[in-house]
């Protein structure tokens, strides 16, 4: 498995390191975010934070598509679910995550019918099995996700299929990086852009970050050396002096990102004027809905939803973790209230969330861990 | 990876032994042979990687553990042995 060695080689990796602690100004810290869960989940299986020099921080951002789906929304979609005749589909993770009634789980055991599928396609497989009954797919997910769906709609469209719809929660990525560059008193040196969404939207739309706010942003692959090297790339810019926008993963993300599958989702949907994401608020632009044209398959006029805000739990400081305030072990309830078992907030739900992937590793505190080895070593 | 050829749209993978069919349609200009890669997503093909990315990717995936196997047994679920169902399904 030659690729996977290289990718994973320890030597590389070290000398990665040593070139990234070679970059380091004296007296200078550098903090970086992962935007993507996939990226997170990374970063702890292998400890990557323990390979990079003290003035390196990574902070996690909002990449993990179930954690930024607020209460509400949880809310609204079981309260279509549990209309008669109403089969509600949707992704795994998600029927876990806590609205302010509870999870899909919960709903289920009230009696909704409620199913985990792999696809949207096995979600219109159901409703052709199903002709009597509505069958609704709870649509999540950023720009990986969203030509999926939009390609379902189109074949629903085509087939003429009157019992199927979908309650959109697509969110995009770049009014979410906005977001956070506009947040009050958020230092960041630079991003570590998502891999699987730029092979959707490739990485041109990124380059506002490097023109406008003057932080480089490198979009990166999954493998251990593929994000020291991102870091390594981020690193290279702040010593040259420049902000740009590098692929670091181009062996997967083209460039120009995947046409067709923009042209789908630009034909089934259409922006929200603003959308509400947990932790981050209400963000203008930074979501979709069906359009009109496509009324017949939205979830949302088919059915009435209330579309009421609810509060996040005030144990939960899940809205600081997303924006990369606060690491997951400060939380109050992090590991104790709040497990994967029994999850409070939406970063403990998924494998890609923040707290999941801490606790999941048991990498609780970076300083602790250092402080631990060196103890050890003594 | 294999290509029935009375369905345009669709392409039948093997994900670590676990057989499904994709759909294809979002792969434009990108022509896809028998024993090509690609990456999925929710039961679609998003782009064709090289076989040695794609080694490097399963080989990743399986080291996560638990998390993969979960996905997989997601997808053995999620619908019969493609082939079967070809006809009408996707």
């Known amino acids: ?378 | 990876m294999e290509i029935p050829s009375d369905r345009t749209d669709l392409a039948k993978v093997d994900v670590s032994g676990v057989r499904r069919a994709v759909n294809i349609d979002l792969l434009d200009g990108q022509p896809l042979r028998p024993g090509d890669w690609v990456l999925i997503h929710v039961g679609f093909a998003l782009s064709k990687i090289d076989e040695d990315e794609a080694r490097a990717a399963l080989e990743f995936l399986e080291g996560i553990g638990q998390a993969y196997e979960d996905e997989l047994a997601a997808l053995r679920d999620s619908g019969p042995e493609p082939g079967t169902e070809l006809g009408t399904e996707g």
């Open chain 1, 1 to 378: 498995m030659r690729f996977v060695d290289e990718y994973r080689d320890a030597d590389k990796a070290r000398a990665l390191s040593a070139a990234i602690a070679g970059l380091c100004e004296p007296g200078r810290t550098y903090t970086f975010m992962e935007v993507c869960g996939g990226h997170t989940h990374t970063i702890y299986k292998h400890g990557l934070e323990d390979h990079l020099p003290e003035p390196i921080t990574l902070v996690h951002g909002p990449g993990c598509p179930v954690c930024v789906i607020p209460m509400g929304r949880v809310d609204d979609a079981i309260h279509i679910a549990e209309r008669p005749g109403v089969i509600m589909t949707s992704f795994g993770d998600m029927t876990r995550v806590p609205g302010g009634r509870g999870s899909f789980l919960d709903a289920a055991a009230r009696g909704a019918d409620i199913r985990m599928v792999y696809s949207p396609l096995d979600a219109l497989k159901i409703a052709r099995r199903n002709p009597d009954r509505q069958v609704v797919f709870m649509a999540i997910g950023f720009e990986t996700t969203t030509p999926s769906t939009a390609v379902t709609v189109l074949r629903a469209a085509a087939e003429g299929l009157r019992n199927f719809s979908v309650m959109c929660n697509h969110v995009m990525i770049i009014p979410a990086i906005t977001a956070i560059l506009d947040s009050p008193g958020l230092r960041l040196d630079g991003f570590v852009g998502p891999g699987h969404v730029s092979t959707v939207i490739g990485c041109r739309p990124y380059g506002f970050v490097a023109r406008d706010y003057g932080k480089p942003l490198v979009v990166a692959g999954f493998e251990p050396l593929d994000i020291l090297q991102a870091i390594h790339m981020l690193m290279l810019q702040i010593a040259e002096g420049r902000s740009e926008v590098e692929n670091q993963y181009a062996r997967v993300v083209p460039w120009e990102g995947n046409p067709r599958a923009l042209r789908a989702v630009d034909e089934v949907m259409e922006p929200r004027p603003r959308f509400e994401w947990r932790g981050l608020g209400l963000i203008p632009r930074s979501a979709l809905r069906i359009r009109e044209k496509y009324a017949a398959y939205d979830a949302e006029r088919r059915f009435d939803v209330p579309g009421g805000r609810v509060a996040d739990p005030k144990a939960c400081q899940c809205g600081e973790v997303l924006k990369g305030a606060l690491k997951p072990w400060e939380c109050k309830v992090f590991g104790t209230a709040c497990t994967p078992e029994t999850p409070i907030g939406t970063c403990m739900v998924s494998s890609e969330g923040a707290c999941a992937a801490y606790y999941n590793f048991g990498r609780f505190s970076r300083r602790r861990v250092r402080d631990a080895s060196r103890e050890a070593s003594r």
